[in-house]
Each structure stands twice: as C-alpha cells, then as structure tokens.
C-alpha cells in the first residue's frame, strides 16, 4: 500500500474514532433542513416576521444561548427538543455561529446535553 494510501487510510481511521459526535455531522444540511424557511439560507430572515441570525447578538454571543433557544424555544420557534439529538443542536449551532458573517467558539454535543 502506498504511503498515501496508508495516510488517507490513518486520516479515515482518526476522523470515525473521534469522541466528538458532532463530528461528521453536516451542520449546514440540518439547517438548511429545519432553520432556512424562517431564517432564511442568507441567514438574514424575514424582517418584521424571522429575526436574522447572520450578525445576530445572540448568535455571537455564548453557544449556550443559542442551544437553549433550540432546546425551549422562543417567540414563534419551537423547541426543537425531541426533533434534533445533542449533536445534531450541535452541529446547527456550530455552522449558524461560524455561517455569513458570524464568528464564534464551537460547542460541542455533550454541553448542548447538559443544558
């Protein structure tokens, strides 16, 4: 086997043993899934009716805010509690906070849990 070959293969290996089950988790299909009718796939809403997230301060701000909103709900959003696991709230979180024009720290699936 060539050592390409064998890198690839260590490369595959590392990513499916990873302890974060976030990992491998498209953030961006799950919010274009269960987020973008109301908040739009620009992340900018629907002004007077869906808040943008894209500059958003509570998107910027703490992830465990964010995860608390998808775990209660808030205003017209439902709570996604039941509909989406921990890693998958995760994985929505970690791609809106980090989506447009947005920056932020990753959280992982076991925090969203522990909320």
Do not use: K
């Amino acid at each position: 086997m060539s050592r390409l070959c064998l890198l690839l293969y260590a490369t595959f290996l590392a990513a499916c043993a990873s302890p974060d089950p976030v990992a491998g988790l498209d953030g961006q299909r799950l919010f274009f899934d269960n987020c973008a009718e109301c908040h739009q796939v620009n992340g900018r809403g629907l002004p007077n009716v869906y808040p943008a997230l894209d500059g958003n301060e509570t998107v910027s701000g703490s992830g465990a805010d964010v995860a608390l909103v998808l775990i209660i709900g808030r205003g017209e959003m439902p709570s996604f509690r039941g509909a989406l696991s921990s890693a998958e709230m995760a994985a929505v979180i970690n791609y809106v906070r980090n989506a447009w024009s947005n920056t932020g720290t990753p959280i992982s699936a076991a925090e969203v849990e522990a909320l």
